[in-house]
């Protein structure tokens, strides 16, 4: 059975960081695609940050580059969301996620995962 368990989220100020971590078990990891998606009230879930366990490539929401930095422990099976220079937008929930159909970090973060974590709240305050 696949589990995905995220941790990590909480309330932050504006221009503060936290860092989000994911854990998994249940399939092969480093033949994966994960991803961190979000998900802000009223609106649609939408990729982050997605990378590839077997090749280290990665894939950025446009309005988190620079900022958000995503990074996997192939060694214990997870994977971690840095978080900088928050901003107030950037509040969401945000979800672990994991691809085994081989879609890439960019397909995966476009076009969905095919196991998810409950998720994480972050909030950060203005």
């Known amino acids: 059975e696949v589990q995905v368990v995220e941790s990590g989220g909480g309330l932050v100020q504006a221009g503060g960081s936290l860092r989000l971590s994911c854990a998994t078990s249940?399939?092969?990891?480093?033949?994966?695609?994960i991803g961190w998606f979000r998900q802000a009230p009223g609106k649609e879930r939408v990729g982050v940050a997605c990378?590839?366990?077997?090749?280290?490539?990665?894939y950025y929401l446009d309005s988190v580059k620079g900022r958000f930095t995503i990074s996997t422990d192939n060694a214990k099976n997870t994977v971690s969301l840095q978080m900088n220079t928050l901003k107030p937008e950037d509040t969401a929930v945000y979800y672990c996620?994991?691809?085994?159909?081989?879609?890439?970090?960019?397909?995966?973060?476009?076009?969905?995962?095919?196991?998810w974590g409950k998720g994480t709240l972050v909030t950060v305050s203005s």
């Open positions: 996620a994991v691809d085994r159909s081989g879609l890439g970090p960019e397909g995966g973060c476009r076009y969905g995962m095919d196991y």
């Open positions: 249940g399939f092969t990891f480093d033949e994966s695609g």
């Open positions: 990378i590839s366990t077997s090749d280290g490539s990665t």
